[in-house]
């Protein structure tokens, strides 16, 4: 018999207005800053939110705390491949305290796990580029 995988269901709605209102309440995202807020703006945003809840995830289950900060970078142009326009880098620059600290393998174990399990990362074609900072020391 085969097992089914969970599955995790998300949804959104645009107003006429602009506003983006998420199927789990919480204030809307204002459609009147379009201009500021890009929907690419917004994927760079998800993507930093999820790779840090992920490694928040992993450190919680190893008895760990993670404090944790991150800015996100991305480029649009054609990709030589197909020429669409599309993003070719993004770069995540992340900077977490462990507490306790644990050791050098098991960072490292957190570390991969916080991207591996990112679903946002996870599904987009280019692999985003990380830089960690854990404690002070960058890797």
Same mark, same amino acid.
């Given at each position: 018999? @085969?097992?089914?995988? &969970?599955? %995790?269901? $998300?949804?959104? !709605?645009? !107003? +006429?207005?602009?506003?983006?209102? *998420?199927d789990r309440g919480g204030t809307p995202l204002?459609?009147?800053?379009?201009?500021?807020?890009?929907?690419?703006? =917004?994927?760079?945003? *998800? #993507?930093? &939110?999820?790779? =840090?809840?992920? #490694? +928040? $995830?992993? @450190? #919680?289950? !190893?008895?760990?705390?993670?404090?944790?900060?991150?800015?996100?970078?991305?480029?649009?142009?054609?990709?030589?491949? +197909? *020429?669409?326009?599309? %993003?070719?880098?993004?770069?995540?620059?992340?900077?977490?305290? =462990?507490e306790p600290e644990p050791d050098e393998a098991?960072?490292? @174990?957190l570390l991969m796990k916080g991207e591996r +399990?990112? %679903?946002?990362? !996870?599904?987009?074609? =280019?692999?985003?580029? $990380?830089?960690?900072?854990?404690?002070?020391?960058?890797?």
């Open positions: 018999m @085969a097992v089914r995988a &969970r599955t %995790f269901e $998300y949804a959104v !709605a645009l !107003a +006429d207005s602009g506003d983006v209102i *998420g204002p459609g009147s800053e379009r201009e500021q807020w890009t929907p690419e703006h =917004l994927l760079l945003a *998800g #993507l930093a &939110r999820c790779s =840090l809840k992920s #490694l +928040d $995830y992993h @450190a #919680l289950r !190893a008895g760990i705390t993670a404090t944790s900060s991150a800015s996100v970078a991305g480029t649009v142009t054609r990709r030589e491949s +197909d *020429g669409r326009f599309a %993003f070719v880098e993004i770069t995540v620059a992340a900077t977490v305290t =462990l098991e960072v490292e @174990a +399990d990112c %679903f946002v990362g !996870a599904s987009l074609s =280019l692999k985003p580029t $990380y830089t960690w900072t854990v404690n002070g020391r960058q890797r």
